[in-house]
């Protein structure tokens, strides 16, 4: 029997995420989910705003300085959690699922 993921997100990680998502509806922004996999449970415990994008009102990359930003920050504010995704919004599209 194949169980599906089940993703939980702290109230804290849903906050900074709506927060950071609207307070721009110029261009994307996005950042990185942290947290751990437990199991079936993939466990969101924070979002960190991933600086050093190039973005557009249409589309956002993640730099190589951006990774390299957000495991830094993961591995001395954040130990023993990993990076497990990561979010980006659509200013001006309502709600799009991807």
């Known amino acids: 029997m194949i169980r ?3 993703p939980s997100l702290s109230a804290t990680a849903h906050a900074d995420i ?3 998502c609207f307070s721009t509806t110029t261009n994307e922004v996005g950042g990185f989910l942290v947290g ?3 199991g079936q449970t993939t466990e969101v ?3 960190l705003p ?4 190039v973005a557009t ?4 990359t993640f730099t190589h300085e951006a990774w ?3 495991l830094a920050t993961v591995k001395t504010t954040f130990p023993g959690k990993s990076i497990v995704g990561w979010y980006h919004s659509h ?3 309502g709600l799009f699922l991807s």
């Not at 991933?50 to 994008?53: I, V």
């Not at 009102?57 to 956002?60: I, Y």
């Open 4 to 6: 599906e993921p089940r």
């Open 18 to 20: 709506e927060t950071h």
């Open 36 to 38: 751990q996999v437990t």
């Open 45 to 47: 415990e924070a979002a």
């Open 50 to 53: 991933a600086r050093g994008t």
């Open 57 to 60: 009102q249409v589309s956002l």
């Open 68 to 70: 390299n930003d957000a």
């Open 91 to 93: 200013p001006g599209f």
